[in-house]
């Protein structure tokens, strides 16, 4: 497992932070950790893992330990006497920091953050299939809840719908609370379900995704229920072609606040650039938010096999909300778009 070393510039490294232990050697439980040295690479865990960890474990030397983990990585450090091992700075505790000081103080810990992000964006081919199988149950799950969409219904009950029929379909787990918000709420972008009953005429946001194989997805669709007013019509118009503009520009080589520039220059020249209030998206994988972020806030080139979403919004305070998001894989003569599920503008009912 050189390939950790070769990220730390030859040092030593400690990789605590879960999902990118289970990325780098494929261990899915809830307590494990990874001592990457140049001599070798040790994975740690308890004794409930045993037989996980036999079956899991890839490219490193399995070692159940009892007690806490920090605790008992004595006898691996004892040959790093006085050099630099690198730990996760954001993803350590101050406690676990200072627990790693006190106990082995001939160690020169030093503390980075985003380690292995750049790697951990590039995905294989067999990470890329992951999330599209996870996103498969997500498209099929909202063709499902398109016919209970009505007047009447209420939000939460359509969440509760979402929940189910993923894990119905395959999902682990949802990959993050769902999002349905209608009407006026829609205009809140990570609005939560409530007792709100849809109404005729509303504008519902679904924003919804699961983990399937250790994977995300990650879908939003805005739907009409009854016929909306004119400028949601526009609006969403607007909010498409902004998206399909940044779909047909996404391309290795290109950096993210570039990228988000494109769908925020097309929502901006339709005079609704003060209600686009987010960044267009964000890398998808183990984690349902990963590096890097297509933001104006971020200048991080794309490259290829990174997976990210594009998802452009506006949100008008007090009337609605709209946003259309897909998953793609960055690749060097553009992108190719994972989610399969319509985008035109659709009136249910």
């Known amino acids: 497992m050189s ?26 439980g809830s307590n494990g950790l990874l001592l990457a040295t140049q001599a070798g690479t040790h994975f740690f865990t308890d004794g409930r893992y045993t037989e996980q960890a036999a079956q899991e474990v890839n490219g490193a030397e399995v070692h159940v330990v009892p007690g ?122 990570h609005a939560r379900p409530t007792d709100r009953a849809i109404q005729t005429g509303d504008l519902v946001v679904i924003d919804m995704g699961g983990f399937v194989d250790g994977y995300a997805s990650d879908m939003t669709r805005t739907v009409a229920v009854g016929e909306p007013a004119a400028e949601a019509r526009q609006a969403y118009e607007v909010v498409r072609r902004a998206q399909l503009a940044a779909l047909d520009a996404a391309r290795a080589g290109l ?16 005079g609704l650039g003060a209600y686009f209030s987010h960044s267009l998206g964000h890398g998808v994988g183990l984690q349902i938010h990963e590096w890097p972020s297509v933001s104006y806030r971020m200048h991080a080139r794309l490259e290829p096999g990174m997976v990210v979403t594009i998802e452009p919004g506006v949100y008008i ?33």
């Open 255 to 270: 950096f993210t606040d570039e990228l988000d520039a494109v769908a925020r220059g097309v929502i901006s020249e339709a």
């Open 3 to 28: 390939f950790l070393v070769d990220a730390t510039a030859g040092q030593a490294c400690l990789v605590t932070f879960l999902p990118d232990v289970r990325w780098a050697c494929g261990f899915s």
């Open 317 to 349: 305070p007090g009337q609605f909300g709209i946003r259309i998001e897909d998953i793609i894989v960055v690749q060097d003569d553009g992108c190719e778009v994972i989610t399969r599920t319509d985008k035109s503008f659709r009136v249910l009912g």
């Open 68 to 189: 806490g983990l920090l605790g008992e990585l004595g006898p691996w450090l004892a040959d790093l006497a006085g050099e630099t091992v690198i730990v996760q700075a954001d993803h350590l505790s101050l406690a676990e920091a200072n627990e790693l000081h006190e106990r082995y103080p001939a160690i020169q810990w030093e503390g980075r953050a985003r380690v292995f992000d750049a790697h951990v964006a590039r995905k294989t081919g067999v990470e890329i299939e992951a999330i599209t199988r996870a996103q498969r149950v997500t498209e099929q799950v909202f063709e499902e809840i398109l016919p209970l969409l009505k007047p009447g219904v209420t939000e939460r009950e359509i969440a509760a719908e979402i929940v189910y029929r993923h894990l119905k379909h395959g999902a682990s787990a949802m990959s993050f609370d769902p999002i349905v918000a209608a009407g006026p709420n829609g205009a809140l972008p």
